[in-house]
């Protein structure tokens, strides 16, 4: 199964994760692998039980002595010859990600290594509940590990360290698995407490994964940090530069640029192509610049058709609109808080301040978005950029208010938002919602 290190706290509240597992017994065969105990050391359950609707019941009231994974079963599990396999299905499916793994060499070493991930039962487990009741996730980590096995490869990395990677991108969305799936429904846009479930998910992933010996302390440590950015922007730490280690950086890029490949969004090459390109100081440019070589491999330009080009105006104007009643109350708004709050509206403002720079250099001011003429708009690239930036601009906006929000309320007592404030995050979550 695999050595396990003792874990000096628990690894996750096992509810929702027990929930998912109860509504996958529905599909396939659950038993328990072991008999399970609380924590006053009462047998809950015996060894080779199949899991009903009632196991819920029956556990969900206790802490458990043992983590419900390595006392839960069900064959077969996710195993490294199936994330091969749908590594293979991901290639022959995506130009994309073809391009990191051309016929030959180079390809027969990425697949041997995301073969090779060490998967001890209980991590096997955790793969095939996330595969079974989130498989939207499960081919997310598939794209994570094939492109994290590519960054390091490509570095000159050996064998081990690509394989290692690879690990790192298969397994660091575990503790999605501990969020209710309702939270993070199509379309659902989350703000306040409904979002510190999802910032502590990296948290949860690195203590589910560095329970095993068979990964080496850099795995858990690069889930830990997979949304750190290096200009401190990201959580759940906010770490800067040099603080991220080396496979903490590869996965950082590897979530970005595998998120937007999710089949959900329009464009994904131009996504990240101008994701990138818009900040500069968020990713490792060594990196960066091994993802814009595969993106120059994709020659289908994308189609204009379906774009709104006026809706797209609009929202543009919105966007500028938002920046520049930013920087019309941060002032007085510093100048009336303590030094800790104060600081987190400088923070912000630094990111709002860049967001500026990232319109004004893109071309979105009032003036130059009147002089686009008839011409300009029917030009089949000119309509695809400012959709992409429109779509690109505005998750940054949604990123610094839930950023704004989360520092804002620190793990403090709750201290209630300035009515200034306030209404500039009602506006900001009034452009989510078409407004």
């Not at 556990?59 to 006392?71: F, G, K, M």
Request: glycine residues 8%.
């Amino acid at each position: 199964m695999g050595e396990i290190r003792s874990p000096s706290e628990p690894v996750a509240d096992d509810a929702t994760f027990l929930q998912a597992v109860t509504e996958m017994a529905r599909r396939r065969p659950v038993v328990t692998s072991r008999a399970i105990y609380n924590e006053n050391g009462l047998k809950l359950l015996e060894g080779g039980v199949t899991v009903d609707g009632s196991l819920y019941e029956r556990l969900v009231r206790h802490r458990l002595t043992t983590p419900l994974d390595e006392c839960l079963d069900s064959e077969p599990s996710v195993s490294g010859k199936l994330v091969r396999g749908g590594v293979e299905e991901l290639i022959a499916q995506s130009a994309f990600f073809a391009a990191m793994a051309p016929p030959g060499r180079v390809q027969r070493m990425l697949l041997e290594a995301t073969e090779a991930i060490p998967l001890p039962r209980p991590m096997g487990f955790q793969m095939t509940v996330l595969r079974e009741s989130r498989p939207e996730l499960f081919e997310h980590s598939l794209r994570a590990a094939l492109l994290c096995g590519h960054l390091v490869r490509e570095a000159g990395a050996s064998m081990h360290d690509v394989t290692m990677a690879a690990a790192a991108g298969l397994l660091h969305d575990l503790g999605m698995l501990n969020i209710d799936p309702a939270l993070l429904a199509a379309g659902q846009k989350l703000s306040g407490d409904d979002r510190r479930p999802l910032y502590a998910h990296p948290l949860t992933g690195s203590m589910l994964v560095q329970r095993f010996l068979v990964y080496p302390r850099e795995v858990p440590r690069a889930v830990l940090e997979h949304h750190e950015r290096l200009d401190g922007s990201g959580y759940p730490r906010g770490l800067v530069g040099e603080a991220l280690s080396p496979l903490g950086r590869v996965l950082a890029l590897a979530e970005l640029v595998t998120a937007l490949f999710d089949g959900r969004r329009r464009h994904p090459e131009l996504r990240v192509s101008l994701a990138l390109r818009m900040n500069p100081g968020r990713y490792d440019p060594t990196l960066v610049q091994s993802v814009h070589r595969l993106l120059r491999t994709q020659s289908k330009p994308p189609e204009a058709a379906t774009v709104l080009v006026e809706e797209v105006l609009h929202r543009l104007r919105l966007l500028a609109g938002l920046t520049r009643q930013w920087s019309e109350l941060v002032g007085p708004l510093r100048a009336g808080e303590g030094p800790g709050r104060a600081a987190v509206l400088d923070a912000v403002d630094v990111q709002v301040q860049s967001l500026q720079r990232m319109l004004f250099n893109a071309g979105i001011t009032p003036e130059q978005l009147d002089c686009l003429g008839d011409e300009d708009t029917r030009d089949p690239a000119v309509r695809i950029e400012l959709w992409a930036l429109e779509q690109e601009l505005q998750w940054h906006l949604r990123a610094i208010a839930n950023q704004l929000q989360r520092r804002w309320r620190g793990d403090g007592p709750t201290h209630p938002l300035p009515a200034p404030l306030d209404d500039w995050l009602v506006s900001v979550r009034a452009m989510d919602q078409g407004g």
